[in-house]
């Protein structure tokens, strides 16, 4: 089945520091990837859509520069939060389809990320 | 994607059967309706998705009735590890996965021995 690989599992970093995250599909092509935050005890929240070759799509409310986007390759999505923020600490989550197969999204494992 | 309800938290035993309903009163002709599965800290994992009667695969069965208005995911024989939050999301596959989904709340589903 599709697998979405997400790298670091956890973080943490000092305030003001930039953190990159990233999300490889390991076994197919994915021309568009997802991520989303989740809070402690809180349901998911659609951050951004990855579009590869092209800029990101932003959630409403979600500074994009901010949390950088970058979709290089049809396997690759990096999440790069910048100037981090102890509010900024939560459990980050990319996801994936593959197009023309779809079957449900792939998730990717998650990234803790505490800010300091 | 349609709005959906389902309940917050539900209890049962191991080796019970559990029924999780969800409604989704507006759901669209295009809409099918998907289930995931998720463990603290971890992403959400595909568990089953159907658009009407009945779907089973190896872990779970998905019943819609007639008017597509609600869904149950049917967990059959729950263990301990089956402790876990569930998402119940409609919506149009047209997109064929380049739309983000929206997710509810879900159901804290705690199994005990």
């Known amino acids: 089945g599709a697998v979405v690989s997400q790298h670091p599992s956890w973080v943490i970093c000092k305030s003001g520091t930039s953190v990159k995250i990233e999300c490889r599909s390991l076994d197919f092509q994915a021309t568009t990837m997802f991520w989303y935050r989740q809070f402690p005890k809180q349901s998911l929240m659609l951050m951004a859509t990855?579009?590869?070759?092209?800029?990101?799509?932003?959630e409403q409310g979600v500074e994009k520069d901010k949390f950088l986007i970058n979709h290089a390759s049809l396997t690759l999505s990096t999440l790069t939060v910048t100037s981090a923020h102890p509010e900024d600490s939560s459990f980050y989550i990319c996801?994936?389809?593959?197009?023309?197969?779809?079957?449900?999204?792939?998730f990717g494992s998650g990234t803790r990320l505490t800010v300091v | 994607l349609a709005k959906t309800t389902q309940p917050i938290s539900m209890d049962s035993y191991e080796g019970q059967e559990v029924n999780i309903t969800c409604s989704h009163n507006n759901i669209a002709t295009n809409d099918y309706i998907t289930w995931y599965q998720q463990f603290p800290s971890q992403g959400p994992r595909f568990i089953i998705q159907g658009y009407k009667t009945k779907v089973t695969n190896e872990v779970a069965s998905l019943f819609i009735p007639a008017d597509r208005k609600s869904s149950t995911l049917s967990l059959p024989r729950v263990s301990l590890s089956d402790t876990a939050v569930y998402y119940c999301l409609v919506g149009d596959l047209s997109g064929g996965g380049a739309d983000g989904l929206t997710f509810g709340k879900g159901t804290h589903l705690i199994i005990q021995p």
């Open positions: 990855s579009n590869e070759g092209s800029k990101a799509t932003y």
């Open positions: 996801s994936a389809a593959q197009v023309g197969n779809y079957y449900g999204y792939t």
